[in-house]
């Protein structure tokens, strides 16, 4: 069905969809490496192929549906893979507790100016 309305779904013309296609995927690319090379930075004792094994791992947990917080969830499945106690696992923990706070924050900060204006 996706074939037959394709060219209602995808009305931009061809090269445009190639470019929108190409910033994507060098944006996801871009996050991943950055991320790899963050853990290398904070674990240079970890191999680089383990550090790819959980980038691309990240990457599967961050396109799943219905899932509140995918970096929480990521660590947990890291942490099933690892083993507790491992310096990566507690790691991406840490970077799931810091992603969970930035988001509290930016929901206080962006909802209490909100509720105080409509109490005044």
């Known amino acids: 069905s996706f074939l037959l309305f ?14 929108v296609f190409r910033m994507h995927f060098a944006r996801v690319l871009a996050v991943l490496s950055l991320s790899v090379l963050a853990w290398h930075f904070a674990m240079p004792q ?13 990457l599967l ?6 899932v509140p917080n995918k970096e929480l969830m990521f660590a947990s499945v890291a942490l099933l893979v690892q083993g507790p106690g491992s310096a990566l696992t507690d790691l991406l923990s840490l970077c799931a507790l810091l992603t969970l706070l930035c988001h ?17």
Do not use: C, D, Y
């Not at 970890?46 to 691309?56: D, E």
């Not at 509290?104 to 005044?120: S, Y």
């Open 61 to 66: 947990a961050s396109r799943l549906p219905l």
């Open 104 to 120: 509290i924050v930016l929901l206080a900060g962006l909802t209490l100016p909100g509720l105080i204006r409509k109490q005044g």
């Open 6 to 19: 394709s060219k209602r779904l995808l009305s931009l013309a061809r090269p445009a969809l190639w470019w």
């Open 46 to 58: 970890v191999a680089l192929g383990t550090l790819l094994f959980f980038a691309a791992l990240r």
